[in-house]
C-alpha cells in the first residue's frame, strides 16, 4: 500500500520558504504556494489577504488532477505547467514530481518573467523535497516515538 | 497520504466519502460543516451542477484539536456518485487516509450500492491501495424512509470486513458524527504503526 506519511523536518521547512519567499520577489508575485499533489499545502508566502489557502490548495491539486488525465486521453504523459490568465489576476502551477507550485500574480508581472523564475526555483523546491523524502527514514524513529504513544483516550478527547 | 509538518506540528489527513449517486455524502459533509463551530472549520467547497449534484468533488477542512502536540486537521472530500463520473472519482482516491462508505438504505438502491462498493475495490486497486488494508467504515444511511432494507441484511450484503457499521439519517444528523469519529480514529491509530 502506498501510503506511507509525508514527513517534513523544520530544516527542509525552512528551506521551503526560503525559496518561496525570493521566488515571490523575483517574478513580483501576490502569493507563492507549495501544495502536495493530495491538496495540503506545504508551504505559502506573500499577501494572501483573506485567501483561504487551504481551499486554493485543494482546488488548485484538484485542477491539475483533472488536466493530467486530460493529457492522458489525448496522449500526453502530462502538463508540466497549468496557466489560468484572468482580467487581473492570474495563476500559473508547476507540476514538480508529487509537489505543486503556485504562483498568483497580477499586472505588476508578467506570465514570461514568473515561468521563467519558477523554472529555477523549481529544481531547488524538487531538491529539497528529494532531501526531505531521504531523511523520512531517519525520522521515522522519532516519529514513531510521538506517536507509537498516542493512546485511545488521546484521540477520544479530540472529539469530546 | 498523511502529511506531517513538524515545522508547524501539523498532521493532515484525508478522507474521502464514496457510495452511489444521491446516497447522502454531501448530505453528511453539510451537516459536519453546520455543526462544528466556526473556528474549527474551513469553507466547504463544492463544485457540484447547477441542479446540485456533486460534479467533481465537495471539500471541507475539519480541525478536530491537537494531539501530542500536533495539530490535526482532516480534509473532507465526496466523490460524484453518478456512474460516468469514474475518471474524477479515481483522482478523488489518490492519496486517501480513510474512506467512509455511505450506502442508501433503500430497497430500489441496493444493486447501485453493490456496483459502487465494487467500484470503490476497483478504484482504490488502481492506485496501489486495498480496500481491507485502509481505514474503512460502513455507514447504512437513509434510515428513517418507509422502504429500507433491515439492516442486518444490508450489513450483511455490503460489509467486506470487520469494519464499524453505523446507520444514520444525514438530512438531521444522526450517526454522522459517530461515522466520522469512527474513520479518525483508524486514521490515528494507522500512525502509530508508521
Same mark, same amino acid.
Given at each position: 500500500?502506498?501510503?506511507?506519511?509525508?514527513?517534513?523536518?523544520?530544516?527542509?521547512?525552512?528551506?521551503?520558504?526560503?525559496?518561496?519567499?525570493?521566488?515571490?520577489?523575483?517574478?513580483?508575485?501576490?502569493?507563492?504556494?507549495?501544495?502536495?499533489?493530495?491538496?495540503?499545502? @506545504?508551504?505559502?508566502?506573500?499577501?494572501?489577504?483573506?485567501?483561504?489557502?487551504?481551499?486554493?490548495?485543494?482546488?488548485?491539486?484538484?485542477?491539475?488532477?483533472?488536466?493530467?488525465?486530460?493529457?492522458?486521453? @489525448?496522449?500526453?504523459?502530462?502538463?508540466?505547467?497549468?496557466?489560468?490568465?484572468?482580467?487581473?489576476?492570474?495563476?500559473?502551477?508547476?507540476? @514538480?514530481g508529487r509537489s505543486l507550485l503556485v504562483v498568483v500574480f497580477d499586472e505588476r508581472s508578467t506570465l514570461g518573467l514568473v515561468k521563467l523564475r519558477t523554472k529555477r526555483?523549481?529544481?531547488?523546491?524538487?531538491?529539497?523535497?528529494?532531501?526531505?523524502?531521504?531523511?523520512e527514514s531517519a525520522y521515522a524513529i522519532a516519529n514513531n516515538a510521538v506517536f507509537a504513544e498516542i493512546t485511545d483516550e488521546d484521540i477520544d478527547s479530540l472529539f469530546? | 497520504?498523511?502529511?506531517?509538518?513538524?515545522?508547524?506540528? *501539523?498532521?493532515?489527513?484525508?478522507?474521502?466519502?464514496? /457510495?452511489?449517486? !444521491?446516497? /447522502?455524502?454531501?448530505?453528511?459533509? =453539510?451537516?459536519?460543516?453546520?455543526?462544528?463551530?466556526?473556528?474549527?472549520?474551513?469553507?466547504?467547497?463544492?463544485?457540484?451542477?447547477?441542479?446540485?449534484?456533486?460534479?467533481?468533488?465537495?471539500?471541507?477542512? !475539519?480541525?478536530? /484539536?491537537?494531539?501530542?502536540?500536533?495539530?490535526?486537521?482532516?480534509?473532507?472530500?465526496?466523490?460524484?456518485?453518478?456512474?460516468?463520473?469514474?475518471?474524477?472519482?479515481?483522482?478523488?482516491?489518490? /492519496?486517501?487516509?480513510?474512506?467512509?462508505?455511505?450506502?442508501?438504505? =433503500?430497497?430500489?438502491?441496493?444493486?447501485?450500492?453493490?456496483?459502487?462498493?465494487?467500484?470503490? *475495490?476497483?478504484?482504490?486497486?488502481?492506485?496501489?491501495? *486495498?480496500?481491507?488494508?485502509?481505514?474503512?467504515?460502513? =455507514?447504512?444511511?437513509?434510515?428513517?424512509?418507509?422502504?429500507?432494507?433491515?439492516?442486518?441484511?444490508?450489513?450483511?450484503?455490503?460489509?467486506?470486513?470487520?469494519?464499524?457499521?453505523?446507520?444514520?439519517?444525514?438530512?438531521?444528523?444522526?450517526?454522522?458524527?459517530?461515522?466520522?469519529?469512527?474513520?479518525?480514529?483508524?486514521?490515528?491509530?494507522?500512525?502509530?504503526?508508521?
Amino acid at each position: 500500500m502506498s501510503n506511507s506519511p509525508f514527513i517534513l523536518q523544520e530544516q527542509e521547512f525552512q528551506k521551503l520558504k526560503t525559496v518561496l519567499a525570493r521566488l515571490c520577489v523575483e517574478c513580483a508575485a501576490r502569493v507563492v504556494l507549495l501544495v502536495d499533489r493530495d491538496g495540503q499545502t @506545504i508551504a505559502f508566502h506573500g499577501d494572501i489577504r483573506d485567501m483561504d489557502t487551504t481551499s486554493f490548495a485543494s482546488l488548485a491539486a484538484g485542477n491539475v488532477a483533472a488536466t493530467s488525465s486530460m493529457a492522458k486521453l @489525448i496522449g500526453e504523459d502530462t502538463f508540466p505547467a497549468v496557466v489560468h490568465e484572468g482580467e487581473r489576476e492570474s495563476i500559473f502551477i508547476s507540476v @514538480i514530481g508529487r509537489s505543486l507550485l503556485v504562483v498568483v500574480f497580477d499586472e505588476r508581472s508578467t506570465l514570461g518573467l514568473v515561468k521563467l523564475r519558477t523554472k529555477r526555483a523549481s529544481y531547488e523546491v524538487a531538491s529539497i523535497l528529494e532531501e526531505a523524502i531521504r531523511g523520512e527514514s531517519a525520522y521515522a524513529i522519532a516519529n514513531n516515538a510521538v506517536f507509537a504513544e498516542i493512546t485511545d483516550e488521546d484521540i477520544d478527547s479530540l472529539f469530546n | 497520504m498523511t502529511f506531517i509538518n513538524y515545522a508547524s506540528r *501539523e498532521i493532515n489527513c484525508k478522507i474521502v466519502y464514496y /457510495g452511489p449517486g !444521491l446516497c /447522502g455524502k454531501t448530505t453528511n459533509l =453539510q451537516h459536519i460543516y453546520d455543526s462544528t463551530a466556526p473556528q474549527a472549520k474551513g469553507k466547504l467547497i463544492s463544485l457540484a451542477t447547477e441542479t446540485d449534484r456533486t460534479l467533481f468533488f465537495d471539500f471541507m477542512p !475539519l480541525e478536530l /484539536g491537537t494531539v501530542r502536540g500536533f495539530k490535526t486537521r482532516f480534509h473532507l472530500y465526496t466523490v460524484p456518485g453518478q456512474v460516468y463520473y469514474d475518471a474524477s472519482r479515481k483522482l478523488i482516491l489518490k /492519496g486517501v487516509d480513510g474512506v467512509v462508505f455511505v450506502a442508501d438504505s =433503500q430497497e430500489e438502491r441496493m444493486d447501485a450500492n453493490i456496483e459502487s462498493l465494487y467500484n470503490l *475495490e476497483e478504484n482504490l486497486q488502481t492506485q496501489g491501495y *486495498e480496500l481491507d488494508r485502509l481505514p474503512y467504515v460502513l =455507514q447504512l444511511n437513509k434510515r428513517d424512509l418507509p422502504n429500507v432494507i433491515p439492516m442486518d441484511d444490508l450489513a450483511h450484503e455490503l460489509r467486506r470486513q470487520q469494519e464499524p457499521v453505523f446507520e444514520a439519517v444525514a438530512t438531521n444528523g444522526l450517526g454522522v458524527f459517530d461515522t466520522l469519529k469512527a474513520v479518525a480514529k483508524q486514521v490515528l491509530t494507522e500512525l502509530r504503526k508508521t
